[in-house]
Every structure is written in structure tokens, then in C-alpha cells.
């Protein structure tokens, strides 16, 4: 059964940089599967924020990209996030995801499958 | 980008009622739409994709339908169960998700 389990500071100062990980049990992430970052608050429901595959491709939402960095570390089975200049408005619950792909009638589908626990991340001072 | 919105907000309903959700891309998606359930202080769980297509043991009262920018989820008689939050997600845009506001299902 695979599992997901995020770990990371809970109350993040604003202007600092925010930092998760993700580690996965039962598949190993260099195997296959994108692996991902999704949050969802009050204001803004749920926002997908950044992908990556199994090669290290990575994939950001636009609206974040240049303040999010996404990497995997296989020895360790976990990947990361790092949003940098937070402000209240990442004040989240931030859920790791992986990513699978359906295929249907000639096509790929893709669905998050697992998720995360997910863990509330407050930005104040 | 591609916008997600969906109709209504919230509704109230009672066991073994028939309900239906809206969905609606800015764009066309094709069929690239996927339904989750959230219950409170959980994850997301998938019930649909490719619009119609039922994910591996999700009760078969669930049931989507539509293509292009419309989509519809509908509950053939309500569970208790089944008293949730309901998000679409378009996965037509190569991993750019994105999620719809929800709709809020609770008891009448």
C-alpha cells in the first residue's frame, strides 16, 4: 500500500522561505509516477502548485513558479517543496500527491491517486 | 490558463435523493475531468475520470457525463455516506491541474 506522509515546520515567518518533504512507503519514486504539491485554503480552495516526475522532469503552476523549487531524493524515497517570500496568502494545508495516469480508449488520464495526510502551514510573525 | 467553475455552491438534500453537480471549463478539455469527494479533515479521493469513467471501487451511484466545457456529476440516490465537498479538476493542460471551487453537499 503505498503511503505518503508530509513533514515540515508548521508556523513560517512571512518574507522566509517555506520547506516540506514528502516520504513516500510501499513504491519506490525513481520507479515511475509523478510525484506533486497541492494546497488548499480557505480563500483559494484547492491549487495545484508543482509536479515532478520520476526523471526530474518538474512542472510549476504558472502563478507560483518563481518562488517554488521541487526535487526528489531517491536514496531517501521523498521529494520536496520549497516556496520562497511567503506571505499570508500561502497560509495552506499542503498535501504531497502522486500523480497516476489512466489510460482509456487510446488516451492517458491523469489522476492523483495517493495523497498526503497533509499538514497546515500557518505564515506569521 | 484554463478557469473551473462550479454550480451550485452548496446544496441540501436528504438520503436517496438524486443529486447533480455542474462543472464548467472556460475552455474546451475535451474529457480531461476528474471528480473528487473531500470529507472534512481528509484528502480528496478520486471518483471519476476521463469524465465518465468510474475509478476502481467507487460505488457505481456515482456517475459523470459530458465533454468539451460541460460536465456533470451526478449521485443516483444519496448515501449518508456521501455528505461531502465535490471538486472537478481539468487535467487536459499537461500536469497544470486545475481544481474547481467545490460544492458543498449537506443534510436537508
Known amino acids: 500500500q503505498v503511503q505518503l506522509q508530509e513533514s515540515g515546520p508548521g508556523l513560517v515567518k512571512p518574507s522566509e522561505t517555506l520547506s516540506l518533504t514528502c516520504a513516500v512507503s510501499?513504491?519506490?519514486?525513481?520507479?515511475?509516477?509523478?510525484w506533486g504539491w497541492i494546497r488548499q485554503s480557505p480563500g483559494k480552495g484547492l491549487e495545484w502548485i508543482a509536479n515532478?516526475?520520476?526523471?526530474?522532469?518538474?512542472y510549476y503552476n504558472p502563478s507560483l513558479q518563481s518562488r517554488v523549487t521541487i526535487s526528489m531524493d531517491t536514496s531517501k524515497n521523498q521529494f520536496s517543496l520549497n516556496l520562497n517570500s511567503v506571505t499570508a496568502a500561502d497560509t495552506a494545508v499542503y498535501y504531497c500527491a502522486r500523480v497516476k495516469e489512466n489510460y482509456l480508449s487510446g488516451s492517458y488520464y491523469k489522476i492523483v491517486d495517493y495523497w498526503g495526510q497533509g499538514t497546515l502551514v500557518t505564515v506569521s510573525s | 490558463d484554463v478557469q473551473m467553475t462550479q454550480s451550485p455552491s452548496s446544496l441540501s438534500a436528504s438520503v436517496g435523493d438524486r443529486v447533480t453537480i455542474t462543472c464548467r471549463a472556460s475552455q474546451s478539455i475535451s474529457t480531461y475531468l476528474n471528480w473528487y469527494q473531500q470529507k472534512p479533515g481528509k484528502a480528496p479521493k478520486v471518483l471519476i475520470y476521463?469524465?465518465?469513467s468510474l475509478q476502481s471501487g467507487v460505488p457505481s451511484r456515482f456517475s459523470g457525463s459530458g465533454s468539451g466545457t460541460d460536465f456533470t456529476l451526478t449521485i443516483s440516490s444519496l448515501h449518508p455516506e456521501d455528505f461531502a465537498t465535490y471538486y472537478c479538476?481539468?487535467?487536459?493542460?499537461?500536469?497544470?491541474?486545475?481544481f474547481g471551487p467545490g460544492t458543498k453537499v449537506d443534510i436537508k
Open positions: 510501499g513504491y519506490s519514486i525513481s520507479s515511475g509516477y509523478y
Open positions: 515532478i516526475y520520476h526523471t526530474e522532469s518538474t
Open positions: 479538476q481539468q487535467s487536459y493542460i499537461t500536469l497544470g491541474f486545475t
Open positions: 476521463a469524465a465518465s
